[in-house]
C-alpha cells in the first residue's frame, strides 16, 4: 500500500497550491479519502474529506471556502487545490485512506510541507 503526495512548497500569502496524492495497493474507490494537517507540538487534524463517489466533501471551518477537495478515481488520486493561503496554514499535509462507516484511517502518507510566508 501506498500514498504518496505531490505539490507541496514555499508560497506567498494570498498564494494557492495544488496537493495530489496518488494511491495504490488497495481498492481506493472504496475507501473515504482526507487530507490532514500537523505542525510541530499540535495534533494532526482533518482538513476535508470526501467519498467514496466524489459527492458531499467536507471540510474544517478554517479551510472552508478556500480549499477543495476532489478525486478521481479512475486515476486512484486525490486532490487538494488551496487559494488565499494564509501563513497558518503553514504544515505538513498528509493524505489518509478509511474504510466507509470506520473512524480509524487505515493508510497514511509520508506528508509534504507546506509553507506560507512572505
Known amino acids: 500500500v501506498q500514498l504518496v503526495e505531490s505539490g507541496g512548497g514555499l508560497v506567498q500569502p494570498g498564494g494557492s497550491l495544488r496537493l495530489s496524492c496518488a494511491a495504490s495497493?488497495?481498492?481506493?474507490?472504496?475507501?473515504?479519502m482526507n487530507w490532514y494537517r500537523q505542525t510541530p507540538g499540535k495534533e494532526r487534524e482533518l482538513v476535508a474529506t470526501?467519498?467514496?463517489?466524489?459527492?458531499?466533501?467536507a471540510y474544517d471551518d478554517s479551510v472552508k471556502g478556500r480549499f477543495m477537495i476532489s478525486r478521481d478515481n479512475a486515476k486512484n488520486a486525490v486532490y487538494l487545490q488551496m487559494n488565499s493561503l494564509k501563513p497558518e496554514d503553514t504544515a505538513v499535509y498528509y493524505c489518509?485512506?478509511?474504510?466507509?462507516?470506520?473512524?480509524?484511517?487505515?493508510?497514511w502518507g509520508q506528508g509534504t510541507q507546506v509553507t506560507v510566508s512572505s
Open positions: 470526501v467519498g467514496i463517489t466524489g459527492a458531499a466533501p
Open positions: 489518509a485512506a478509511r474504510r466507509v462507516s470506520y473512524s480509524t484511517v487505515d493508510f
Open positions: 495497493g488497495f481498492t481506493f474507490k472504496s475507501y473515504v
